[in-house]
């Protein structure tokens, strides 16, 4: 139902974009987020955006170089990633939720398949 892309080999300081798109349900009213988990690493938050896309939120390791963004109309999630650096590599994950603990990963209630990232020095 969450369907992850985009993700790939790049240099640092380079930019990458993650989409997720939904389909086989409506997730209108739902809290989108970003996870990361990188080996041998607990999976941690990386940024949620309301379903207005009035409120973001981001971790602090990601401030100021990642944007996530949403299109409704076409039930997708976008991470745009800039500056990137080897400790951004990860598997990204997107998942969804109907509430309000958008750093908490047990609180979403579905999630995509994941996407690799891994930025080279």
């Known amino acids: 139902q969450l369907q992850a892309s985009g993700g790939g080999l790049v240099q640092a300081g380079g930019s990458l974009r993650l989409s997720c798109a939904a389909s086989?349900?409506?997730?209108?009213?739902?809290?989108m987020g970003w996870f990361r988990q990188a080996p041998g690493k607990e999976r941690e938050f990386v940024a949620a955006?309301?379903?207005?896309?009035?409120?973001?939120y981001y971790a602090d390791s990601v401030k100021g170089r990642f944007t996530i963004s949403r299109d409704n109309a076409k039930n997708t999630v976008y991470l745009q990633m800039n500056s990137v650096q080897p400790e951004d590599t990860a598997v990204y994950y997107c998942?969804?939720?109907?509430?309000?603990?958008?750093?908490?990963?047990?609180?979403?209630?579905?999630w995509g398949q994941g996407t690799e990232v891994t930025v080279s020095s």
């Open positions: 955006i309301t379903w207005s896309g009035g409120s973001t």
């Open positions: 998942a969804a939720q109907y509430g309000y603990y958008y750093y908490t990963p047990s609180k979403y209630n579905y």
């Open positions: 086989g349900r409506t997730f209108v009213g739902y809290v």
